[in-house]
């Protein structure tokens, strides 16, 4: 095991070392489940399902499956089956890593090259680094961050918050821009966010 597979390791035990997550993973790799049957079988509601997901796909142990406006988990082989490997080698000693080669998760979306790099250029490891001060750089930004909510799920502003503050830590201009630049809706007069959808 070299040092970046060694970080790789430590990102997945951070995000298994949870009782609720490590629960998922279980449920996720029995089969394919949308966030409502995940609130169902763990007696949480819709918004704490999302964001546990979101770290189990930053570290990229949960796939998901677009059908329509609705979204579905499953277990990523893959993944779980590099984390086996890891644990198989732990006892090794630790080795200087390879280069780094650009940020998977990027490479995995179906954007276009022109979107990729200014991720690239804003972002590292899932986290955003710097913000934007051009809109059509933040609408590539916030693109990306909209995917971390669920359609047709209402967040209040703490849930929104507790999503946000990982990417960056100024979460109310996150939170702010999503609402301007039209990915997300709010009640008027303060209360619950939601994704926008093309009828909004």
Not at 145 to 174: M, S
Request: glycine letters at 6%; hydrophobic letters at 40%.
């Amino acid at each position: 095991m070299d040092t970046l597979q060694q970080r790789d390791l430590l990102e997945m035990l951070k995000a298994l070392a949870d009782e609720q997550r490590l629960t998922m993973i279980g449920l996720l790799g029995a089969q394919e489940r949308n966030v409502g049957d995940l609130a169902e079988a763990l007696g949480l509601s819709e918004p704490t399902v999302s964001h546990h997901l979101s770290k189990l796909r930053k570290v990229g142990l949960v796939n998901l499956r677009m059908a329509g406006n609705q979204r579905f988990y499953r277990t990523a082989t893959q993944t779980l089956n590099r984390f086996r490997r890891y644990v198989a080698e732990i006892e090794q000693p630790v080795e200087a890593a390879p280069p780094r080669t650009p940020d998977a998760w990027i490479e995995a979306l179906d954007w276009d090259e022109e979107d990729k790099k200014v991720l690239r250029g804003y972002t590292e490891e899932g986290k955003l680094i710097q913000l934007p001060n051009k809109d059509k750089k933040w609408n590539v930004v916030l693109r990306w961050v909209a995917t971390l909510f669920e359609p047709g799920v209402r967040y209040n502003e703490k849930e929104v918050n507790a999503i946000l503050t990982p990417v960056n830590p100024d979460y109310a201009q996150l939170r702010r821009n999503l609402i301007d630049f039209g990915y997300m809706r709010r009640e008027r007069g303060g209360g619950d966010y939601w994704l926008a959808d093309d009828d909004d």
